[in-house]
């Protein structure tokens, strides 16, 4: 994996500190948990408030345990009304299988979880399973399953095998009045899903990304999939928009520099893709960004030149990119350039 944004498992996430739940019939003090999984643990072994932690599931490296034992063990452990925030790491016991069981359960148990807020799917590093390898499913029954849902992260996306292949993400078009934050982590995001993100109405939303990946992992999202985000009309209340991770990102640039959507929003990222000196082009030909705090390019293709003009015509907007940070290739050979996260 190229990483210049590495894949980790957060320490904080929705505002709260990560802490893993040892499995059953293992106090906190001798459970360790995998390498680089976040996890806080008490020094009585105690189990932390259920309301003082970001709640993180994982079962793949315990042979005797299944996801249905470790979620029944979290219910009866946990006072899930209070739970306001859950990861779910991996789900699987010793060979990879798709995260529909995991999404079941979600669904079906709804109603023990009237405080959730924030929701992770898929809390895998690469160590753990490849980001390109990972089964997904249909997601869409957890937004129906709770409304009052704030934020959702999703990591992972193809294989590109439509909307039908049962081990790809799937998305179909929602209404969603309480999500203020949606991110999509991928090495190959379905243009399908794409498009269901487009179709749904988010009015609260405020903060969205999408990594779009290559067609080699499954990315097989097109500009003209963007247009509706682009146009700025069915998020009113959007201010990030990240549109990072892709092999299109030249491409994007150019639909971004007249995009509607771009006078509302505080931050922009283009960052993690393939963005050489044409879309650096097109950006400081388009509409001025220089409302924007913040505009990140970071792991780009522009020569020195291109940074130092872009910079200057956004300021006093704070560029994120550093000149000569694409030195070590032709940035105009797209065969010489990659995402920052792959495979």
Known sequence: MNTATVIEHPETFHGLPVYTLPPPGRTAPDWITSEGAA???????SLPAADAVAWRLECAYDDDLDFPALW????????????????????????????????????????????????????????E???SWLQLCDITPVLSAYPLLEELVVR????????????????RPVRHTALRSLRFESAGLPGHVVRAVGASELPALRSLDLWLGSDWDGG???VEDLAPLLSGGGLPGLRHLGLQNSVI?????????????????DSLSLAMGTLSNTGGGALLAGQPLSHLSRLDLRH???DEEMVLRIKSA?????????????????AEQDDERYVAVSE
Do not use: K, M, N
């Open 156 to 171: 992972g996306g193809g294989p590109a095998g439509g909307p039908e292949d049962q081990d790809s993400l799937r998305l």
């Open 220 to 222: 097989d999202a097109t």
């Open 39 to 45: 996890g806080r643990i008490a020094s009585d072994g």
């Open 72 to 127: 029944r063990h979290f219910l009866g452990a946990v006072d899930t009304s209070r739970v306001r925030a859950l990861l779910i790491g991996p789900w699987w016991e010793d060979e990879y299988a798709p995260l529909t069981p995991v999404i079941e359960l979600l669904s079906a148990e709804a109603a023990r979880f009237p405080s959730l807020r924030g929701l992770f799917l898929a809390d895998v590093e690469s160590e």
């Open 314 to 330: 956004c300021a006093p907007a704070l560029v994120d990119a550093e000149p000569g940070e694409a030195a070590h290739v032709d």
């Open 249 to 265: 990102q030249d491409g994007i640039a150019a639909a971004t520099a007249s995009a509607p959507v771009v006078a509302q929003l």
């Open 129 to 131: 399973c490849e980001v």
């Open 300 to 302: 780009h293709y522009l």
